[in-house]
């Protein structure tokens, strides 16, 4: 089977296509022709090598799919062939209390498909039965494999963990990539009042013609005078940046206001300012991935309001690892889909 590897931690640009033997599910295990996955940052993060993970080589990249299952193993029904499928990419042991409450990121046996075993980019891969969640008929495969995972994230952000209520204010930062255009997009559903920062003009416009409400480039004056300018300050923070936001964030949060963390890309070592956490009652909170019942519920939200992931661009299997390289630059709006 076609699926695009790497053969070291050299870079995205050392990915390219391989001619590789197809899968085979194990026990409990489905197998699933894949008709699109999706870029992530993951990927380029894989690529590099990431402390503690040991890959085998070639190693395949991809965190999102979607495709139909052409095989099954040993304990699962045949009635699954055909099924088409959407992937939630989340590996987990499946007998711990975590596990059985769907809550599979908390595992302390957690992985992840494209991260720690052989990912989506690829034709085929094989994965737990609980990792292929039927495709909701609405979405096709392109639109399924770019949305489910970012939509589902952004859903535990704000639902879940942020308690988003309709009417409050939402700072959203690094629009453009998928994970914040999600967020965007169920904030507004749901009746927010949504700022956004970048420091690409370009960008902030698209995103204000997507229904922000407000966007702040951070490069060019003061940022947090320009949200409060706009809105006061925020009920609920959204960020994937990490540490080269965290005193704007702090600064920026209303009385009891939530700031929901799900990335470290600008940094993993912010400081928290005490006094302003217990005197203005504020909450830090982590998040990551989401529940089973989350990505479930996630794709429902999504078909119920006629939401549609932002793609920047589709790319044939083949123009995986330049894709791969415009996504380092920063190039994309949106998610870069791969079709098949």
């Not at 070639?58 to 009635?79: H, R």
Request: net charge negative.
């Amino acid at each position: 089977m076609r699926a695009i590897a790497i053969i070291g931690a050299d870079g995205p640009e050392s990915a390219s296509l391989h001619d590789l033997p197809a899968p085979e599910p194990g026990p409990g295990e489905v197998r699933v022709a894949l008709a699109a996955s999706s870029l992530n940052h993951a990927d380029i993060w894989a690529s590099r090598g990431q402390p503690r993970i040991e890959r085998r080589f070639p190693f395949i990249l991809g965190i999102d799919g979607a495709g139909s299952i052409d095989a099954v193993g040993e304990g699962v029904t045949d009635a699954r062939i055909g099924e088409e499928v959407v992937l939630n990419p989340i590996l987990s042991c499946g007998r711990c209390a975590r596990c059985a409450a769907g809550e599979r990121m908390l595992c302390r046996t957690f992985r992840m498909l494209g991260e720690h075993v052989d990912g989506t980019h690829a034709d085929a891969v094989c994965v737990p039965t609980i990792g292929a969640v039927p495709r909701p008929p609405e979405l096709d495969a392109v639109t399924a494999a770019a949305g489910a995972t970012v939509y589902a994230t952004a859903y535990r952000m704000l639902f879940s963990k942020g308690r988003l209520a309709p009417g409050e204010r939402v700072l959203i930062h690094g629009i453009g990539g998928g994970l914040a255009l999600a967020a965007l997009q169920l904030a507004k559903t749901a009746g927010a009042t949504c700022v956004v920062t970048s420091s690409d003009d370009t960008k902030l416009e698209r995103a204000l013609a997507l229904g922000a409400d407000h966007a702040v480039n951070y490069r060019q004056g003061d940022l947090v005078a320009a949200v409060r300018s706009a809105v006061g300050a925020a009920d609920v923070i959204i960020d994937s940046v990490g540490a080269a936001v965290w005193d704007a964030s702090f600064r920026l949060l209303a009385e009891n206001g939530r700031l929901v963390n799900a990335g470290a890309a600008g940094g993993d070592r912010g400081q928290v300012p005490i006094v302003h956490l217990f005197w203005r009652q504020l909450e830090v909170i982590g998040s990551s991935m989401a529940s089973d019942g989350e990505f479930r519920d996630a794709l429902r939200f999504v078909v119920a309001n006629g939401l549609r992931p932002v793609i920047d661009r589709t790319v044939p299997l083949e123009g995986v690892p330049e894709a791969l390289l415009a996504l380092e630059r920063g190039e994309q709006f949106g998610k870069i889909a791969v079709s098949r």
